[in-house]
């Protein structure tokens, strides 16, 4: 159980063009999910938090515009780069929390999208 | 500022010699610390969540114990599959809303 899911796993794209990144909870329905990036061997930084039905909450220094976030639906989220510039490559991973039971606040993560702007 | 420093930053250990990973943090009011561990090119992988100081979880070859300063991963026994990096977060309260704060992890090599 708790599975997330990522898709694609993988993407090249060329500098200013936009890249979709889907977030999904397969098993589980989550009004809250996540959105981490994470440089080589460094931790996970957090970018937004994103609530089903309302705006994406942005951490200090990301870009609202930059990084779409669209909650669509309780097992849906998904992150836009948009006009992407060779700065953005990154590892992108996506968390869920699970509709809250028995007071838990635990995240499960997606495998991640390695995504690399030329 | 709520910080969490893990160590060491690698370790490196020989099949069946067992050890610890250290977690501290400084977090007003904790309301859980979480252990993940992380293959590359993966995203975190969920262990462990402790809420109270004195508790303790197991898995398989880990154990997790928490304090009111700090949290340690055991690892019994460790085989080459257990190579990995662990991290450990906190989880703080922001805006309304809750969120992880990780640590730069433990990196964990074991060799048979």
């Known amino acids: 159980g708790a599975v997330v899911s990522q898709h694609p796993s993988r993407v090249i794209c060329k500098s200013g063009t936009s890249v979709k990144i889907e977030c999904r909870s397969l098993?589980?329905?989550?009004?809250?999910m996540f959105w981490y990036r994470q440089f080589p061997k460094k931790s996970l930084m957090l970018m937004a938090t994103?609530?089903?039905?309302?705006?994406?909450?942005?951490e200090q220094g990301v870009e609202k515009d930059k990084f779409l976030i669209n909650h669509a639906s309780l097992t849906l989220s998904t992150l836009t780069v948009t006009s992407a510039h060779p700065e953005d490559s990154s590892f992108y991973i996506c968390?869920?929390?699970?509709?809250?039971?028995?007071?838990?606040?635990?995240?499960?993560f997606g495998p991640g999208t390695r995504l690399t702007v030329l | 500022e709520d910080q969490v420093t893990q160590s060491p930053e690698a370790l490196r250990l020989q099949e069946g010699e067992s050890s610890s990973l250290n977690c501290s943090y400084t977090?007003?009011?904790?309301?859980?610390l979480f252990w993940y561990r992380q293959d590359p090119g993966k995203g975190p992988e969920f262990l462990f969540t402790l809420y109270s100081a004195g508790e303790e979880k197991e898995k398989e070859r880990l154990k997790a114990t928490l304090t009111k300063k700090e949290s340690f991963l055991h690892i019994t026994a460790p085989k080459p599959e257990d190579s990995a990096t662990y991290l450990c977060?906190?989880?703080?309260?922001?805006?309304?809303?809750?969120?992880?704060?990780f640590g730069k992890g433990t990196t964990l090599s074991v060799s048979s």
């Open positions: 977060a906190v989880l703080q309260t922001r805006r309304r809303e809750t969120a992880l704060i």
């Open positions: 098993d589980f329905q989550a009004t809250t």
């Open positions: 977090v007003s009011g904790l309301r859980g």
């Open positions: 968390s869920a929390r699970p509709i809250r039971l028995a007071g838990t606040d635990t995240q499960y």
């Open positions: 994103s609530n089903e039905g309302s705006k994406a909450t942005y």
